[in-house]
């Protein structure tokens, strides 16, 4: 482990106190915590971490505070003690930050029978008991509980502890109510009853999904204006995730968020660790310079829910450090402060302290790459949580394929392409954006005639940003493709024919065709284009006898484009993507890096050879340059939890130096050591003998 010590936090009780939040302790408190838990055990748990700041439960749902609000249920076993101040006063004596917890999304009995319309009500009327524990109720998030209750319990903790901040878990609701007020008030707005179902093509859904983002605004900022009345220091901070980016309007997020929290705790089911790097790259695809902040939680995820255990060592710290690779924050978390289990606290000391180590170099640098992913925020707010997935499955197959490749990227949100970022990149991957507005594909016609590539592929831009079809690709024009028929699927045994000698269908030796896509659209292709895949029409997958294909290859699968600007666009008219992310093809995963490759035009910049897979992310500043390499190659990529850490072997780092600069010297800042470069044809190689979990390549220009 590197060297351990605590580490004060500066801009103490300021407005930028956030700035240096750079490593949390969360612990959330249970009912009988006040007689059982060890104060002391959790301010040594600050040390041991180099934690800078912490997140404590306070209340809502739970008092752990002698509070005086009416209705406020208190821990019956609080006695004449004060959990919550014991903590805060420990903290603040190591001179961290501190945020205090309040869940405001369930009350007990005596509040229910003070108040019942606080309670939410189910579509068939019926108030809602807690799923998990039904002794209790499930609030409603836009009543009077949220709009009058919890500010009086914001404005105790805000004037009675030393506190920066307070932020809320569970506070924008569970889906739609169906109370009185709800359905007269959202009746009165829209003039519909409230929708019986979530579906992104029902416009009474979309009137309540931007019903709902009202009312929630308008309660961010009601309850940052009564903490700021009392300390005009302190913030109130929502859970707003990535999917928070695209349910709220970004001038709400950017006036009362000055960073973005990630509660996505770790992996569950088949989900490959670098999923907690990409919440970083999400975070910053909206709000490039806003810090990031990766909350890990010490047990498993799944949906069985033992929120009191500890996983493996090495799979927290996995998840970890894919944030710390990726730009993110940590944060830990920790449900009941009674600790039967102290496995986790040295992995998660290990891992704190690689990230402090680290931060001297990585937080004076920018997140730097050639290429981007488009984040379909446009098109992932139609959807629920019942079909987000689903829409997104394209993305995540074309951010997996990237990550086998090697390929350095990022992220840009679809509602942040102003040219100034998009010009930042050569090729944005438009992986399935379904949804753009007339103004957005201006923006993207924009971006190749000045240069710029794109790569797109399944249904991007045939509807508008109201999901209303188009029928037709709006970005058709410009990739060289008119619509001939709409997506039809899912299909079976289709392929996809290589037709002639292109980059595109390079490496694919001894094949004639590959396996295709799922949903198919048919598109007619531009004479000027290039077609390096061909459609192989339909056949049967059975009888057996009956298996083969009737008819030569035709229509379009791949169209290659280059531009009077020097840009180049691609375009798949079938899912890539979300057929690579279910089958992991190994023909697919090749293509769709050749298509990037191709649309790049030249070598990329950074180049990282060797065997195993690594998560890559590039940094820079005018000094220098850092590439953080992660290391996925252990037994369990993509299901955990992981047991062990296979090491990877060497590695060679491939940077072109920048114009008016040369090679000054290259570190590696784990090993602590220098490295081993040479200079060659305009670039520096870079030897990095092996690695365990993490290494970052600090180069130094002159």
């Given at each position: 482990?590197?060297?351990a010590k605590a580490n004060a936090a500066t801009n103490l009780r300021s407005p930028d106190w956030y700035k240096s939040a750079t490593r949390w302790t969360q612990l959330t408190l249970v009912e009988d915590d006040p007689i059982r838990f060890d104060p002391a055990f959790w301010i040594d748990v600050f040390r041991r971490t180099r934690s800078n700041a912490t997140c404590l439960s306070a209340g809502g749902y739970i008092a752990y505070y002698p509070s005086k609000v009416p209705l406020h249920y208190?821990?019956?076993?609080?006695?004449?003690?004060?959990?919550?101040?014991?903590?805060?006063?420990?903290?603040?004596?190591?001179?961290?930050?501190?945020?205090?917890?309040?869940?405001?999304?369930?009350?007990?009995?005596?509040?229910?029978?003070?108040?019942?319309?606080?309670?939410?009500?189910?579509?068939?009327?019926?108030?809602?008991?807690?799923?998990?524990?039904?002794?209790?109720?499930?609030?409603?998030?836009?009543?009077?509980?949220?709009?009058?209750?919890?500010?009086?319990?914001?404005?105790?903790?805000?004037?009675?502890?030393?506190?920066?901040?307070?932020?809320?878990?569970?506070?924008?609701?569970?889906?739609?109510?169906?109370?009185?007020?709800?359905?007269?008030?959202?009746?009165?707005?829209?003039?519909?009853?409230?929708?019986?179902?979530?579906?992104?093509?029902?416009?009474?859904?979309?009137?309540?999904?931007?019903?709902?983002?009202?009312?929630?605004?308008?309660?961010?900022?009601?309850?940052?204006?009564?903490?700021?009345?009392?300390?005009?220091?302190?913030?109130?901070?929502?859970?707003?995730?990535?999917?928070?980016?695209?349910?709220?309007?970004?001038?709400?997020?950017?006036?009362?968020?000055?960073?973005?929290?990630?509660?996505?705790?770790?992996?569950?089911?088949?989900?490959?660790?670098?999923?907690?790097?990409?919440?970083?790259?999400?975070?910053?695809?909206?709000?490039?310079?806003?810090?990031?902040?990766?909350?890990?939680?010490?047990?498993?995820?799944?949906?069985?829910?033992?929120?009191?255990?500890?996983?493996?060592?090495?799979?927290?710290?996995?998840?970890?450090?894919?944030?710390?690779?990726?730009?993110?924050?940590?944060?830990?978390?920790?449900?009941?402060?009674?600790?039967?289990?102290?496995?986790?606290?040295?992995?998660?000391?290990?891992?704190?302290?690689?990230?402090?180590?680290?931060?001297?170099?990585?937080?004076?640098?920018?997140?730097?790459?050639?290429?981007?992913?488009?984040?379909?925020?446009?098109?992932?707010?139609?959807?629920?949580?019942?079909?987000?997935?689903?829409?997104?499955?394209?993305?995540?197959?074309?951010?997996?394929?990237?990550?086998?490749?090697?390929?350095?990227?990022?992220?840009?949100?679809?509602?942040?392409?102003?040219?100034?970022?998009?010009?930042?990149?050569?090729?944005?991957?438009?992986?399935?954006?379904?949804?753009?507005?007339?103004?957005?594909?201006?923006?993207?016609?924009?971006?190749?005639?000045?240069?710029?590539?794109?790569?797109?592929?399944?249904?991007?831009?045939?509807?508008?940003?109201?999901?209303?079809?188009?029928?037709?690709?709006?970005?058709?024009?410009?990739?060289?493709?008119?619509?001939?028929?709409?997506?039809?699927?899912?299909?079976?045994?289709?392929?996809?024919?290589?037709?002639?000698?292109?980059?595109?269908?390079?490496?694919?030796?001894?094949?004639?065709?590959?396996?295709?896509?799922?949903?198919?659209?048919?598109?007619?292709?531009?004479?000027?284009?290039?077609?390096?895949?061909?459609?192989?029409?339909?056949?049967?997958?059975?009888?057996?006898?009956?298996?083969?294909?009737?008819?030569?290859?035709?229509?379009?699968?791949?169209?290659?484009?280059?531009?009077?600007?020097?840009?180049?666009?691609?375009?798949?008219?079938?899912?890539?993507?979300?057929?690579?992310?279910?089958?992991?093809?190994?023909?697919?995963?090749?293509?769709?890096?050749?298509?990037?490759?191709?649309?790049?035009?030249?070598?990329?910049?950074?180049?990282?050879?060797?065997?195993?897979?690594?998560?890559?992310?590039?940094?820079?500043?005018?000094?220098?340059?850092?590439?953080?390499?992660?290391?996925?190659?252990?037994?369990?990529?993509?299901?955990?939890?992981?047991?062990?850490?296979?090491?990877?072997?060497?590695?060679?780092?491939?940077?072109?130096?920048?114009?008016?600069?040369?090679?000054?010297?290259?570190?590696?800042?784990?090993?602590?050591?220098?490295?081993?470069?040479?200079?060659?044809?305009?670039?520096?190689?870079?030897?990095?003998?092996?690695?365990?979990?993490?290494?970052?390549?600090?180069?130094?220009?002159?």
């Amino acid at each position: 482990m590197l060297d351990a010590k605590a580490n004060a936090a500066t801009n103490l009780r300021s407005p930028d106190w956030y700035k240096s939040a750079t490593r949390w302790t969360q612990l959330t408190l249970v009912e009988d915590d006040p007689i059982r838990f060890d104060p002391a055990f959790w301010i040594d748990v600050f040390r041991r971490t180099r934690s800078n700041a912490t997140c404590l439960s306070a209340g809502g749902y739970i008092a752990y505070y002698p509070s005086k609000v009416p209705l406020h249920y208190v821990s019956k076993h609080i006695g004449d003690t004060d959990p919550f101040g014991t903590l805060v006063d420990g903290a603040r004596h190591l001179g961290m930050h501190v945020m205090a917890r309040v869940d405001p999304h369930a009350i007990h009995q005596e509040a229910a029978d003070a108040h019942p319309e606080w309670i939410a009500v189910d579509r068939d009327g019926n108030k809602r008991r807690h799923w998990a524990f039904p002794e209790v109720w499930v609030t409603c998030a836009y009543s009077d509980y949220n709009f009058r209750f919890m500010p009086q319990v914001l404005e105790e903790i805000t004037a009675n502890y030393d506190i920066d901040a307070i932020f809320a878990n569970r506070w924008q609701g569970h889906g739609v109510c169906y109370c009185e007020s709800c359905k007269a008030n959202f009746h009165a707005a829209t003039g519909y009853d409230l929708p019986r179902e979530a579906n992104p093509e029902d416009p009474v859904w979309m009137a309540w999904a931007a019903w709902r983002r009202t009312i929630l605004t308008r309660l961010v900022v009601e309850w940052d204006a009564v903490m700021k009345r009392i300390k005009p220091h302190t913030s109130f901070i929502p859970n707003m995730g990535s999917v928070s980016l695209m349910e709220f309007d970004l001038d709400v997020i950017e006036r009362y968020c000055p960073f973005l929290c990630v509660d996505d705790q770790g992996r569950h089911g088949t989900e490959p660790i670098w999923m907690a790097g990409r919440n970083g790259k999400r975070m910053r695809a909206t709000f490039r310079d806003r810090p990031a902040i990766l909350i890990t939680s010490i047990g498993p995820e799944e949906v069985y829910r033992w929120k009191d255990s500890v996983t493996t060592g090495p799979e927290m710290q996995a998840w970890i450090d894919n944030g710390t690779t990726q730009g993110l924050l940590p944060w830990f978390t920790k449900f009941n402060g009674v600790v039967p289990d102290t496995r986790w606290v040295q992995p998660v000391a290990d891992s704190f302290g690689l990230h402090a180590e680290l931060e001297p170099v990585l937080s004076t640098m920018s997140p730097a790459a050639e290429i981007a992913i488009l984040d379909p925020a446009t098109t992932l707010r139609h959807h629920g949580q019942d079909t987000r997935a689903t829409a997104e499955a394209d993305d995540l197959g074309i951010y997996h394929a990237l990550v086998e490749a090697r390929i350095p990227f990022e992220m840009l949100s679809d509602q942040a392409m102003t040219p100034e970022a998009l010009d930042r990149f050569k090729v944005l991957i438009l992986a399935n954006s379904t949804c753009l507005s007339d103004q957005q594909i201006a923006a993207l016609e924009a971006y190749v005639a000045r240069g710029g590539s794109l790569v797109a592929a399944h249904e991007t831009s045939t509807r508008t940003e109201l999901n209303r079809p188009r029928n037709a690709i709006g970005l058709g024009p410009l990739l060289g493709v008119t619509l001939a028929a709409p997506a039809r699927g899912p299909v079976k045994n289709t392929y996809v024919a290589i037709n002639g000698k292109h980059p595109i269908s390079a490496g694919f030796e001894g094949a004639s065709r590959i396996i295709g896509g799922t949903r198919l659209l048919a598109v007619e292709a531009a004479p000027d284009t290039e077609v390096p895949f061909l459609y192989v029409p339909d056949f049967p997958d059975l009888p057996m006898e009956e298996v083969y294909p009737r008819e030569a290859p035709r229509g379009a699968a791949v169209v290659a484009r280059t531009h009077q600007s020097g840009g180049r666009t691609v375009y798949f008219p079938w899912n890539i993507g979300g057929v690579f992310k279910e089958i992991l093809a190994e023909d697919h995963a090749r293509l769709i890096a050749n298509a990037v490759l191709w649309a790049l035009g030249k070598r990329p910049d950074v180049v990282v050879a060797g065997r195993e897979i690594l998560d890559i992310a590039v940094r820079e500043n005018a000094e220098g340059m850092a590439i953080v390499l992660h290391n996925l190659n252990n037994p369990m990529m993509m299901k955990g939890p992981i047991r062990t850490v296979f090491p990877a072997g060497r590695q060679t780092v491939s940077l072109a130096i920048p114009p008016d600069r040369s090679f000054r010297r290259a570190r590696l800042l784990v090993a602590g050591r220098e490295a081993n470069a040479h200079v060659i044809d305009g670039r520096v190689e870079i030897e990095v003998p092996g690695l365990e979990t993490l290494e970052a390549v600090h180069v130094s220009w002159s």
